[in-house]
């Protein structure tokens, strides 16, 4: 049950005292020092804690469990109907300055206050509440939580402090996290890293601590870091670890051993480990439960059947199954053919966006470019909807996260796992409120939907990136207090400016490069000259600083969040991983037109020897490149009419993971020319993919039966895959075998067999064997052989 108005008829509680029981446990104990403090840090009022009412009026906030807590005049909670396990009662007075928050259990209390809090209205010196409340909510899910992983392979965590962690892991049990998923040191490709300040097996040790004084869960996230091919040896070495961790972790109630990323172990291998492994925790921590996953880069039918078949075991040990990234199979058919007395526990990847469990649905190359694949992305209304369309399989999650872009993602699944039915604007509004500015939570919440519609059509001419701009710059200017120093606005008002800056440098450079493709059209210059005007055009786009004051509010803000929250928005002064683990930043100033491959081609057309030639070189590989003549077809499929063609390609809202259906692909160049050998069309770096063995299917309309074609398909590899391309109704007619891609980007040409186009119409299957990721294509042009 939820009845609340949040309007402007509000009480002040200024100077109210907080009523616990002595007899309260730590852990409510613990919730009442959270509103201490929460309110404190953002007021400067400092709420006494007492076990007795006052004698007069004095505003009071009720804080405790069900259990222990005395309340004068029961009425005033007891009409709201009894929540469930880790529910509460949160009760205020519509005609007086009372407040009551009352758990079913002692964690229950925790999230009640981090209600109330949530709905504060605060500034400097003063803290009021709305009136007339009455709540009684019960989570509709048993599991809510979130991966904080202490390893060098993120893009904020691995500089964390302890106390940094604290705070964070407090937030989100203010928003109903039950759960806080931690991992033990060697599971990474390093040990360590320059930023991690603290011996990775002493932080888990504190990390447990922290979370258990909260009455929160800690689950580990333990994969198995070697194959097939491990010795017996190397297991009782693996054995000898665990001991060491599960004996020294003091608080471990989940363990999840993902099937793979990473892991290279078949099932049987795989389950026999777990039992293995399993058997040690629970000499040091008796209820520990375990989860595996079916999760493998590229899952064969062998290897899905497999997992299935040990599963149908029903071995005694193993408590629950994980729905994770990489798995063949979607949830439904995962549920099907998971014995019954397995719940289903959900592990989304809710921190990238592209090469990931759920991209973003028909993106663009330029953001795909700057932006990359684990930028700041709140996505709240695409993570509600995959939430909800697969929540009735699980029993709650605890989401994959590599660090803090994903902050807001956060919170949005912590709000739909404790209830599916709520808005997304009110988890945004919430946050606003809460980690912000409370009287800036309309316009708060109106950015982040800006930010995410930042993401949706033509970048080039999407109107939310300047009203984003725009509203997030005047945000900026009306923050006080507490909001001038805060990391989650800094982080949305960086990409709502770096959003801004790509699409003016955008179409800038768009602008350069059709005036550099104009002046090589010029039949009436001389051909050197041509190529010496084009490559200068080119080079002013780097030439001369590009809105500098921008730019360099930029890489202000990128300083500034580094040293916040540790956040690695640059390889070169942040020290992030790599340049696409969260490091868009130094993105910033990547090509976004066609120079690269532009010039790539000048150079070489330059080398030949006659004018002739020269000529010829620059109207094939650049100026008719991708023609396709009289009566052909040209597709890069990052334009609508192109992905028309494909099959099932509007299937997005009911399958955001996209098992059945045709997903954007995209081939990031590295942000520095230098390290580019391929210097490609931006085209080929932006394909189109299915996953594992489903076929890509393509159709065209309107070849003429009478005709002959030849077919020439670019494919892009990210990882190696052999690809095949027959066409037909059924896919019964080849037009080539299999393809190994053995570099980045391979360029085939066949001709098309006359009866695979009797009709007029072609429908092309592109397909991967079994254990492959799937087929990517990239271009494809049909030119008619001219008579």
């Known amino acids: 049950m939820r009845a609340i108005d949040i309007n402007n008829e509000f009480y002040d509680f200024s100077n109210a005292l907080i009523i616990s029981c002595k007899d309260a446990s730590p852990i409510e104990q613990k919730a009442v020092e959270v509103l201490q403090e929460e309110v404190f840090i953002r007021t400067g009022l400092s709420l006494k804690a007492v076990f007795e009412y006052p004698g007069d009026d004095t505003p009071i906030i009720v804080v405790g469990c069900v259990n222990t807590m005395q309340i004068k005049d029961s009425s005033l909670i007891d009409f709201l109907p009894l929540p469930g396990r880790e529910g509460f009662r949160l009760s205020i007075s519509s005609h007086r300055h009372l407040c009551i928050v009352q758990g079913m259990d002692e964690r229950a209390v925790l999230y009640g206050v981090g209600r109330l809090l949530r709905m504060m209205n605060w500034k400097d010196g003063f803290f009021k509440l709305p009136k007339g409340v009455a709540l009684s909510e019960t989570p509709a899910f048993r599991m809510r939580g979130h991966q904080l992983a202490y390893r060098p392979k993120t893009n904020a965590y691995d500089a964390w402090s302890p106390e940094i962690f604290n705070r964070y892991i407090r937030e989100l049990a203010l928003f109903g996290a039950n759960t806080i998923e931690i991992l033990p040191p060697g599971t990474d490709d390093e040990s360590v890293n320059t930023l991690m300040k603290y011996d990775p097996l002493q932080m888990m040790i504190t990390l447990s601590e922290i979370i258990h004084s909260y009455g929160l869960e800690t689950s580990v996230w333990f994969p198995n870091m070697f194959g097939e091919d491990v010795s017996e040896e190397q297991l009782l070495r693996e054995d000898l670890q665990r001991k060491k961790i599960f004996s020294l972790v003091p608080y471990i109630d989940h363990i999840f051993i993902p099937g793979g990323d990473p892991g290279k172990l078949f099932p049987k291998m795989l389950f026999m480990v777990s039992q293995r492994f399993i058997k040690i925790a629970r000499l040091y921590h008796p209820d520990v439960k375990l989860w595996i996953s079916p999760q493998t880069f590229c899952p064969s039918e062998k290897w899905t059947g497999e997992f299935y078949s040990e599963l149908a075991k029903e071995p005694e040990w193993l408590d629950g199954v ?67 369309l697969y929540c009735k399989y699980m029993v709650g999650s605890v989401c994959y996260s590599e660090g803090i872009n994903d902050d807001l993602n956060k919170f949005i699944w912590l709000d739909q796992e404790w209830n599916p039915e709520t808005p997304a604007k009110q988890t ?225 809202k009911n399958d955001p993971g996209f098992f059945k259906t ?126």
């Not at 921190?351 to 709140?378: D, S």
């Not at 770096?498 to 059209?521: G, N, T, V």
């Not at 202000?556 to 969040?561: G, I």
């Not at 006359?754 to 119409?761: M, P, T």
């Open 322 to 388: 994980c729905f994770a990234p990489w798995e063949r199979d979607n949830i439904d058919t995962l549920r099907e053919k998971t014995p019954a007395r397995y719940p289903i526990r959900n592990y989304p990847d809710i921190c990238h966006t592209l090469r990931c469990q759920y991209p973003v649905p028909k993106w663009n190359i330029t953001q795909a470019m700057t932006l990359g694949r684990e930028f700041v992305n709140p996505r709240p209304l695409d993570e509600k909807h995959i939430h909800n």
């Open 428 to 652: 945004l509004m919430d946050y606003g409120r809460l980690f912000i500015q409370s009287d800036l939570d309309e316009d708060i919440a109106r950015g982040m939907l800006l930010l995410e519609e930042n993401l949706r059509g033509d970048f080039a001419f999407n109107p939310s990136v300047k009203e984003a701009y725009l509203l997030w710059r005047s945000l900026e200017e009306r923050l006080c207090g507490y909001a001038k120093d805060n990391y989650r606005f800094e982080l949305h008002l960086l990409r709502a400016l770096f959003d801004f800056y790509q699409q003016k440098r955008f179409i800038h450079e768009r602008e350069l490069e059709d005036e550099a493709l104009c002046a090589l059209s010029q039949n009436d210059t001389d051909i050197e000259k041509r190529i010496d005007l084009a490559r200068e055009i080119l080079y002013r786009a780097n030439s001369v600083a590009f809105m500098p004051e921008l730019a360099e509010k930029i890489n202000f803000l990128a300083d500034s969040l580094f040293e916040k929250i540790g956040a690695q928005l640059t390889v070169t002064r942040h020290h992030a991983a790599a340049w696409d683990r969260g490091a868009f930043v130094e993105c910033l100033n990547i090509e976004l037109n066609d120079s690269r491959s532009i010039l790539n081609e000048l150079s070489k057309a330059e080398q030949l020897q006659t004018r002739e030639e020269k000529e010829a070189a620059v109207k094939d590989n650049i100026l008719l490149r991708t023609s396709p003549g009289e009566g052909g077809f040209y597709d890069d499929f990052g334009s609508d009419g192109s992905r028309k063609r494909l099959e099932g390609h509007e299937n997005y």
């Open 662 to 787: 045709p997903l954007a692909a995209y081939l990031m160049p590295s942000p520095h020319i230098e390290d580019d050998p391929y210097r490609s069309p931006l085209a080929w770096r932006q394909g189109v993919s299915t996953l594992y063995r489903e076929p890509l299917i393509i159709r065209y309309e309107g070849l003429n039966p009478n005709a002959r074609y030849t077919i020439q398909t670019v494919y892009a590899r990210f990882k190696p895959i052999r690809i095949r391309l027959y066409a037909g109704e059924n896919g019964d007619i080849k037009i080539h075998d299999e393809i190994k891609l053995e570099k980045d980007f391979t360029v085939a040409k066949n001709l098309l067999p006359k009866y695979a186009y009797k009709d007029g119409r072609l429908k092309l299957w592109f397909t991967v064997p079994d254990g492959d990721r799937g087929p990517n294509v990239s271009e494809i042009i049909i030119r008619k052989i001219q008579p």
